[in-house]
């Protein structure tokens, strides 16, 4: 019968929706972003309603079974042609499919990955502000007092820790992450001697 697929499918549905919902509230309750972190929530709250949705038609369905709720679940089930239960079955499919994935990306899905972190993103542009920025103006300064050591001293600085910064940003080479040939080509050419 068409509403014993469509029972199977919703409790598919139900367990991997709410399995994605807590794969990202957790981490967002771990990095503390869940008051900043709006898309973050709204994503969460959106899986998490589908989680109870699914899970309810479920339910109701195996009622009848358990005596309780006996008109409700019979109708339930005759409003289940295999129209319905198709698209529950490809929605079963693609929870399924997600955490298919979710394995295969491992190092994308560690933390709040999916969400961009505010803080983090102030941080990192703090991190360049005071030591790449920084170091350009001291030597822009330097150059400008005809103060040369000083001026390639302080480039030297500013080039390490502009190094430094592009490789934290990049990952490991060994990583899951690890970039092929042509992964990060420009979308324009560089302009270095045109201001």
């Not at 990202?24 to 503390?32: A, D």
């Not at 929530?41 to 899970?55: D, N």
């Not at 698209?87 to 693609?94: C, F, H, L, N, R």
Request: charged fraction near 20%; hydrophobic fraction near 50%; charge should be negative.
């Amino acid at each position: 019968m068409w509403w014993q697929l469509a029972a199977t499918a919703n409790f598919v549905i139900a367990t991997t929706y709410l399995g994605i919902a807590m794969a990202i509230l957790l981490p967002l309750l771990r990095t503390r972003q869940v008051p900043s972190n709006r898309l973050g929530m709204a994503t969460a709250a959106i899986f998490l309603s589908c989680a109870v949705h699914h899970g309810g038609h479920s339910v109701h369905m195996l009622l009848p079974a358990l005596g309780m709720e006996t008109d409700h679940g019979l109708a339930l089930r005759q409003a289940f042609d295999w129209h319905f239960v198709l698209w529950d079955v490809i929605s079963a499919g693609v929870g399924i499919w997600y955490w298919s994935l979710r394995s295969t990306y491992g190092s994308l899905m560690r933390g709040a990955a999916l969400f961009e972190d505010m803080k983090e993103k102030q941080r990192r542009a703090l991190e360049i502000n005071d030591n790449i920025v920084q170091g350009l103006a001291v030597a822009k300064l330097a150059l400008e007092l005809d103060q040369r050591e000083a001026s390639e001293e302080a480039l030297e600085k500013a080039l390490v820790s502009a190094r430094q910064i592009i490789s934290d940003l990049l990952g490991d080479a060994d990583s899951e992450s690890r970039l092929g040939p042509g992964a990060l080509r420009r979308t324009a050419p560089a302009h270095v001697g045109e201001l």
